[in-house]
């Protein structure tokens, strides 16, 4: 088992930053791509960012690219999303998840919710305009 905290959601005005941490606890950190997906009211939970063990890949959103960041310090075993230029419509819960990098085709399985298998509780973005 992996058990994923979020923090570093809040209120925020439009234009503003945020960086949320994700710290990994329980099975080793290690061997799993890192990934932060968003549920917005009455909306499907949507992939934002992931990141794999190494760190050398990331893959974003369209939706995102060029105003969020995904890091990652194994040694600490944390995930981090900065996000900066933010924009009412980045409002949502934040989640981490994590799954195993083992699979294989992370190219292609790295948006899908389902290629998972653990996930935190999230945490609360509010982007004010």
């Known amino acids: 088992q992996v058990q994923l905290v979020e923090s570093g959601g809040g209120l925020v005005q439009a234009g503003g930053s945020l960086r949320l941490s994700c710290a990994a606890s329980?099975?080793?950190?290690?061997?799993?791509?890192m990934g932060w997906f968003r549920q917005a009211p009455g909306k499907e939970r949507e992939f934002v960012a992931a990141?794999?063990?190494?760190?050398?890949?990331?893959y974003y959103a369209d939706s995102v690219k060029g105003r969020f960041t995904i890091s990652r310090d194994n040694a600490k075993n944390t995930v981090y999303l900065q996000m900066n230029y933010l924009r009412p419509e980045d409002t949502a819960v934040y989640y981490c998840?994590?799954?195993?990098?083992?699979?294989?085709?992370?190219?292609?399985?790295?948006?899908?919710?389902?290629?998972?298998?653990?996930w935190g509780q999230g945490t609360q973005v509010t982007v004010s305009s």
């Open positions: 329980g099975r080793t950190f290690n061997g799993y791509v």
């Open positions: 990141i794999t063990w190494s760190g050398g890949n990331t």
């Open positions: 998840a994590a799954g195993l990098e083992s699979k294989g085709l992370w190219a292609l399985r790295v948006r899908d919710e389902y290629e998972y298998d653990y």
